[in-house]
């Protein structure tokens, strides 16, 4: 997916500013060329010479920016305002428009460009492309000073309205109630657009012939109905309106005090009207003062406007509402919330009004990185009834954005698939017509496959689009092996997703294709599934078969599904007794099978100094896998793939005993603190928990039980806390939802497990598969330094050799020490040949027969 749109706030609009960004508010664009000739003039200036070589210098720089960077708003803005200043019209034209692609232009920069242009060209033949800058100006975002300065540039260059023509007058009124729609209520500026409008009245008042007493009286009508409008809309100068009110009836003859502020002498109707203007303003002035101050942090101005939304939508003016709105979002042009909200509103309120696509547009502009905008304009537009080429348009736009989630861009293609979809079906049923085809549906669905599934493996949400692919392949597409084939390589994909088999025989079942359903059942019932995923497979084949195949089918299910079964609580059994006991109980089966080839370990280590007990515990861990066998790993090629865990030091929090070296006393741990979690996603990984957990904090450690053979996830996982409070509060996150999957989350509480069992840095659950952190010394510590001077003098001799040397043999294991075992061919050179055949019939190795016997006969 091709990314355009960064959310760094270096490549998109920062709040857009009370000044001017170009800080060139009284600059004409006519004052550029007039600075340059006068630095021609004064070419021996070289500090104007510097001055144009540094500005072109930076001209230079700003182009191989944007060239590089065409998304960084900040270049564009500086770009524009070193051409304005330069005087390179033509360059800035194209800058403008240029930014103007990519992003919504301030309202502040619409009036520079309106203004330059006006200056430059002000013959009629210029009018229509400035009237059509203003236009695009005022749809960006709301500006009275703007709306200001398109109805005076109207009035000024418009042949037609300037002298006053029926064609003129009709246009410029025309463009006034626009005006008026747009921003005649708001509060703090509005009043500004009727001052306009009411002074273009009485020029036209001032052109009439006394003589026609009529169209006097007309006019005069006009304007008093104007001054009636504005007094019943709350604007912040009222008071100053209902004074300049009576001033002009008073002109006309009525007889009114026009100094005073009562209402005395006006009718009744305006009296009401502009007494309730004046409470409405009343309620809101202090929330007006609350959204202008400027001083006050950009997160509280914000909810400033959020509380003032709330309040008029408590007292449900649309109008007032929605113009609210268009102050908050000039305010905040690139807030995801505010434009969500601002466009939700609107959908309840007028849904099919093109009013709410032109307010989806502008809000995929400001905020185009986010998806709920993208899919709720698609669906805008599918009200409206857009065109075909329309709603394409918009749905290509939306994948060339950058979103924070590819569940997001699944939300957008599923959005695409079901408007296609309701458009076929309307064709179908003969409301429509179009050249609509079914295979406009499976190339989006293919599109969509191929962009995500890499992303969203294993996923509900990619079974859930599969699923949904298959069904309109076999219900609209009428193709049933392109059914089977969307369910093939969703198993291709995902196979080890128990969902994925159980919609594919779902969807067999349901359109009778019994023998198909069986034979997949037959493909999937032995193969491994997270949880009780395999168990499930298997009952659901022997349902399937009571309810829909012959007796020799349902014997044949039961046949191959019960060895399963069997295999399936066997090993369930063995996996809760593994999780449960020790790992030196678990090892007691397999050491009793060769005690007699293996000295026992306990009672030579208890013989040892602590510092050499526990060196020598370090280096071998003692590892036991599922079926029983023990087998030595060096702690140095233990695996350990969680980052967070350094293999040279203990886990952090893991329930482990660990010899003192200094005073020799055990130190204590214990399970009290560890969580268990199964029905784990078998993608979950070390930082997925920690961010499941993060809510509930004091994660110490996090152990994955992986697979023995294959290494992946078997879908259990230990975590360790901290304290008690914080395992509580995880345990109650039970039941909650990771990547797809519902966690079973308890207190770890292994029974049989004895104390002291697991006292040399390997938890006895880590024999399971779980990802192994093995316990030493540090460097510097005590022990490691007895261990060195236990080693001076042994440094020729191998490291069992140095292991057994300070053992003393004592009690009723003496028997069992290894015997000293020469290389063939061995000959000490030293010794007499004698000596040296006595020497090798002593070591001819002794039967334990034969050693039973020389003890009884000591």
């Known amino acids: 997916m091709a990314e355009t749109v960064t959310l760094d706030s270096s490549t998109h609009p920062p709040q857009l500013p009370d000044e001017n960004p170009t800080g060139n508010d009284d600059e004409d664009m006519l004052d550029a060329p007039k600075s340059t000739k006068s630095s021609d003039s004064d070419s021996d200036s070289d500090s104007d010479s510097e001055d144009d070589a540094q500005q072109n210098l930076q001209i230079q720089a700003l182009q191989t920016e944007l060239l590089n960077n065409p998304s960084n708003y900040d270049a564009h803005v500086q770009y524009i305002k070193a051409l304005r200043k330069q005087g390179d019209i033509e360059k800035l034209r194209q800058a403008r428009e240029a930014m103007n692609a990519i992003f919504p232009l301030s309202s502040e920069m619409w009036q520079e460009w309106t203004k330059d242009e006006t200056s430059l060209s002000s013959g009629p033949e210029a009018l229509p492309a400035v009237e059509k800058l203003f236009e695009r100006g005022v749809s960006d975002y709301l500006s009275v000073a703007l709306w200001c300065d398109y109805l005076s540039f109207v009035q000024e260059h418009d042949q037609s309205v300037r002298t006053r023509s029926v064609s003129g007058i009709s246009k410029a009124r025309n463009l006034f109630e626009r005006a008026i729609v747009a921003a005649g209520l708001h509060v703090s500026e509005g009043s500004r657009i009727w001052e306009l409008y009411r002074e273009f009245e009485q020029d036209i008042f001032l052109t009439i012939d006394e003589t026609d007493a009529d169209l006097r009286e007309k006019q005069v009508q006009r304007i008093r109905n104007l001054f009636h409008r504005q007094l019943s809309v709350p604007l912040a100068d009222l008071s100053s309106t209902l004074h300049t009110y009576k001033a002009w009836e008073a002109k006309q003859g009525a007889d009114l005090d026009v100094d005073s502020s009562n209402l005395d002498g006006l009718s009744p109707h305006v009296a009401s009207s502009y007494q309730k203007a ?13 959204i202008s101050c400027k001083v006050a942090p950009e997160s509280e101005r914000l909810q400033n406007f959020m509380a ?6 408590s007292l449900g003016d649309p109008a007032r509402i929605q113009i609210l709105y268009e102050r908050a979002v000039t305010e905040f042009p690139i807030s995801s919330e505010l434009w969500l909200d601002y466009t939700h509103y609107m959908d309840k309120t007028l849904k099919t009004s093109s009013l709410v696509r032109d307010i989806y547009k502008r809000a995929t502009r400001n905020c185009p990185w986010v998806g709920d905008l993208w899919v709720r304009y698609l669906l805008s537009l599918e009200r409206s009834r857009a065109s075909e080429e329309e709603l394409s348009a918009v749905f290509e736009k939306a994948l060339q954005c950058t979103f924070s989630s ?26 429509e017509s179009s050249d609509l085809d079914y295979i406009i549906i499976r190339e989006t669905f293919q599109r969509a496959s191929d962009y995500l599934s890499p992303h969203l493996k294993n996923t509900e949400s990619l079974l859930r689009m599969y699923r949904y692919w298959a069904r309109l392949e076999s219900t609209m597409g009428k193709d049933l092996a392109a059914a089977r084939g969307v369910w093939e390589s969703l198993l291709k994909i995902s196979g080890s997703t128990l969902e994925a088999w159980q919609g594919y025989i779902a969807m067999e079942v349901e359109m009778g294709n019994i023998n198909e359903a069986r034979s997949h059942f037959k493909k999937c019932y032995s193969k491994r599934f997270p949880g009780t995923g395999s168990e499930d497979i298997c009952n659901s084949w022997i349902r399937f078969e009571r309810e ?3 007796l020799e089918d349902f014997d044949l299910a039961v046949k191959k599904v019960t060895p399963r079964l069997e295999e399936l609580q066997l090993f369930k059994l063995q996996e809760a007794k593994n999780i449960g006991v020790p790992a030196d109980d678990r090892d007691n089966s397999s050491r009793k099978n060769v005690r007699e080839k293996r000295k026992p370990v306990s009672n030579l280590i208890e013989e040892q100094p602590p510092a050499k007990r526990h060196k020598d515990k370090a280096k071998n861990v003692k590892i036991t896998s599922e079926d029983g066998k023990g087998q030595v790993k060096d702690s140095v090629k233990v695996n350990n793939t969680n980052p967070d865990v350094d293999a040279s030091k203990p886990a952090s929090g893991s329930k482990k005993e660990n010899k003192d070296v200094s005073s020799g006393k055990p130190k204590q741990y214990n399970d009290q603190c560890t969580a268990f979690v199964s029905n784990l996603n078998l993608k979950a ?3 997925d928990l920690r961010r499941f957990f993060s809510d509930v904090g004091g994660v110490v450690a996090i152990r994955i039980l992986n697979d023995k053979f294959t290494g992946k996830s078997r879908g259990l996982a230990y975590v360790d806390f901290s304290d008690d409070k914080h395992l509580a509060a995880a345990v109650a996150k039970n039941k909650q939802t990771l990547l797809g999957k519902r966690l079973s989350i308890a207190k770890s509480d292994p029974k049989g497990r004895k104390k002291g069992s697991d006292s040399h840095g390997v938890s006895s659950r880590q024999g399971e598969g779980a990802e192994q952190t093995t316990e030493s010394s540090k460097p510097g510590a005590k022990d490691s330094a007895e261990g060195s001077k236990e080693g001076k003098g042994h440094q020729g001799q191998p490291s069992s050799h140095q292991w057994a040397s300070n053992i003393q043999l004592k009690g009723k294991n003496t028997f069992a020490v290894p015997r000293t075992v020469r290389p063939l061919g061995w000959v000490d050179k030293d010794k007499p040949k004698s000596e040296e055949t006595d020497a090798t019939e002593d070591e001819i190795p002794k039967s334990n027969d034969e050693f039973r016997k020389m003890f009884i006969k000591s």
């Open 278 to 290: 004046l409470d409405m303003m009343n309620a809101r002035t202090h929330l007006e003062n609350q």
């Open 308 to 313: 003032y939304l709330k309040f008029e939508q």
């Open 406 to 431: 590819f569940e997001e861009y699944l939300d957008v293609f599923l959005t695409r698939v079901d408007g296609l979809r309701r458009r076929l079906s309307s064709l179908e049923s003969g409301a």
């Open 548 to 550: 829909y195949g012959a």
């Open 685 to 687: 990984t070390y930082d």
